[in-house]
């Protein structure tokens, strides 16, 4: 590190950031899709746990045809084989679930072992519930944890291939898995699949929020004041919301503490921190109820993150370990509001994006949801949340023809567009689009530090940033990399697309060309290209779950987009559902600005159970459209 300081003019300090970020988002992207690194320990793990079940279905099969003397002999060898191969599996499911799974055993093979056996088996489940997601921001890598909440207990999730980052805490799922102790094992991402989603977040106005600070039996210390985390929550952190989200944001609510726990510091058990948190305040006769948000703070233990949050959640809940401060607040209570983190996507010094891309993430480090800075969320996430291009929120412009558009600076408040979104592709199959966001980053309030010569940031406040975000995953934005040919270290401090400079998308050949950029907003010139090539259905038609009780109501949306993939406002389109039974009901509707219209379609309770048919009819240019889908009424 002292090498590259000494090699290097511009800032130290940004470079030896940006070395520690690149050196933790090479583990990050594989820790983030819940599957193992793919390293010789993962090899290794993979060849034990094969070995293991390979030597207890050798085991089995000498059993099977011993003597009774024998039997007798072997029993004691066979259970212990189970008993080892069975935590060895636990173990990995946590580590490394892939090469876990690997090494699951299928029904067909299992019925063959015998019953005495049987309490140390994997065992097939299906399990309806409730979806926790949980997310540790650790130093040496992000993790998330994933749990689900059902009548049968709680369980922990563990995926071989990416985790389903499409769920957010309180999504109702239906899980087809392979059980051990309390964790379910999914091989496939079909094994998990959506019932209901996630409620939407309240993300407006006052955010109740209730801070519990804690200490622990073995270390009563209380690093900062009940005043200091007074300051911090509902100061800073209250002010970072209320100008993030346009004066439309902000948190109320009060800390309390400091409460002695009975856990040693020694231990990182952050369920028994809540509920043992929420036993001392509750004895303290604090009433726990009306909050959206559940902070609980403690001095440094041995947890490896310095917070840890829900996904979402109502209440969502934060773990806050250590300093207690704006830094790790707002990423928090960031994730508690629903989102996900803001990456970066490196494609080498060529082409910006290209085949060999990797997602960094934590790599927009200008961004709240990245790191190390206090910086606006980018446009993708204030979109997600409504704080643009929602209600009363400023508008995102989105580029429907060629021309010069102009933006107003990201961080004031204002009426007019705060970022532009050009469409890029959309999937052929869902109907799903991706898009560029383009922002104009000035150094005002909390973006301050874009200016700051000893942070060293470069090239922002001149020009764009541009970043991809996508319809399908919250957690899909990135940022793009406008100098890719400038040396790594200043990879994502000088990401903007100055003035005078052209990106274009190499799929497509759309470009996107800085016109000019002052203190109040930028000029940004679009070409458009050829997303059309791309096979776009121009009507699809979805309900809100795939399957319902007599007596709900289906809520049946339809999606009109233009040949060139924009979303084709003012359609009129007529909607028909076919029961079970044969019979029909239909109604029409017309779509909003962004080219949707929805049905609700309430169900009787003398309606007929079995497999409905939606359908849907456009007319886009005196063109009809038409689009089907199916669910089950129950
Ligand atoms: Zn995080």
């Known amino acids: 590190m002292a090498s590259i300081c000494r090699a290097n003019p511009p800032s130290c300090v940004a470079r030896l950031l940006m070395a520690v970020l690149l050196l933790a988002t090479a583990a990050q992207s594989e820790a983030h899709s819940g599957a193992a690194p793919s390293s010789d320990t993962s090899s290794s793990a993979a060849a034990t746990a094969a070995a293991r079940t390979g030597a207890l279905m050798a085991l089995a099969d000498r059993y099977r045809i011993a003597s009774p003397s024998d039997k007798l002999r072997l029993q004691a060898d066979l259970l212990a084989a189970a008993q080892a191969r069975y935590k060895f599996l636990a173990r990995e499911l946590e580590e490394d679930p892939r090469a876990a799974i690997g090494a699951l055993l299928p029904a067909s093979a299992r019925v063959r072992l015998p019953s005495i056996l049987a309490g140390y088996l994997e065992q097939d489940v299906r399990v309806d519930g409730t979806v926790q997601v949980l997310h540790e921001d650790r130093e040496d890598g992000s993790r998330f944890h994933y749990f689900l909440e059902s009548a049968q207990g709680r369980y922990s999730l563990h995926f071989s291939a990416r985790a389903p980052d499409h769920l957010s805490t309180g999504a109702k799922v239906h899980v087809t898995g392979v059980q051990i102790d309390n964790m379910l094992a999914l091989g496939a991402s079909t094994d998990i699949q959506q019932v209901t989603a996630a409620p939407t977040a309240n993300t407006f106005g006052a955010q109740r929020t209730i801070v519990l600070l804690v200490n622990f039996a073995d270390n009563p210390s209380q690093p900062y004041t009940v005043n200091d985390a007074q300051a911090a929550v509902f100061g800073t952190t209250s002010d970072f919301f209320r100008e993030n989200s346009y004066g439309q944001t902000w948190l109320t609510g009060t800390v309390f503490g400091w409460f002695t726990i009975p856990l040693s510091s020694a231990t990182c058990d952050y369920s028994s921190i809540a509920s043992y948190a929420q036993s001392a305040a509750t004895a303290a006769g604090i009433d726990l109820g009306t909050y959206a948000h559940k902070v609980y703070a403690f001095?440094?233990?041995?947890c490896g993150w310095w917070g840890l949050s829900s996904v979402g959640g109502n209440p969502s809940e934060s773990w806050i370990n250590g300093s207690f401060e704006l830094?790790?607040?707002?990423h928090e209570l960031g994730h508690g509001q629903g989102l996900w983190h803001s990456h970066s996507l490196d494609c080498g010094t060529s082409a910006i994006i290209g085949s060999n891309c990797a997602t960094g993430e934590y790599g927009d480090i200008i961004d709240m949801m990245g790191s190390p800075q206090v910086g606006h969320y980018n446009a993708f996430q204030k979109e997600r949340l409504g704080w643009l291009n929602y209600g009363v929120s400023p508008p995102i412009t989105?580029?429907?023809a060629d021309g010069t558009y102009t933006i107003e600076s990201f961080e004031p408040s204002g009426t007019g567009p705060k970022a532009l979104k050009v469409l890029k592709s959309t999937d052929p199959t869902t109907g799903q689009q991706t898009w560029y966001y383009v922002e104009s980053r000035q150094a005002i309030g909390f973006d301050a530090f874009l200016t700051d010569p000893i942070i060293g940031v470069q090239n922002v406040t001149t020009g764009v940033l541009i970043h991809m975000g996508s319809e399908s995953s919250g957690n899909s934005a990135l940022l793009l990399d406008m100098?890719?040919?400038t040396p790594v270290y200043y990879l994502w401090y000088d990401a903007a697309l100055v003035a005078g400079q052209t990106f274009t998308d190499p799929d497509t050949g759309?470009?996107?060309?800085t016109a000019w950029v002052n203190s109040t907003g930028a000029g940004v010139t679009v070409k458009l290209g050829t997303s059309s090539k791309t096979s776009i259905p121009n009507v699809v038609v979805s309900t809100n779950q795939s399957s319902y009780?007599?007596?709900?109501?289906?809520?049946?949306?339809?999606?009109?987009?233009?040949a060139s993939g924009l979303p084709v406002?003012?359609?009129p389109v007529s909607f028909t559902v076919v029961k079970s039974n044969g019979t029909t009901a239909s109604g029409s509707a017309t779509t909003t600005s962004k080219g949707t219209a929805t049905y609700k379609f309430g169900l009787t309770k003398q309606d007929p159970v079995g497999t409905y048919k939606a359908d849907a009819k456009a007319t886009v240019n005196g063109k009809s459209l038409t689009a089907e889908t199916t669910f089950v009424v129950q």
């Open 483 to 485: 100098t890719p040919s």
């Open 549 to 562: 009780r007599r007596g709900q109501t289906a809520y049946i949306t339809v999606s009109v987009k233009s």
């Open 299 to 302: 001095p440094q233990n041995a």
């Open 327 to 330: 830094a790790v607040l707002a």
């Open 569 to 571: 406002a003012r359609a």
């Open 398 to 400: 989105t580029a429907v």
């Open 510 to 513: 759309l470009t996107i060309t």
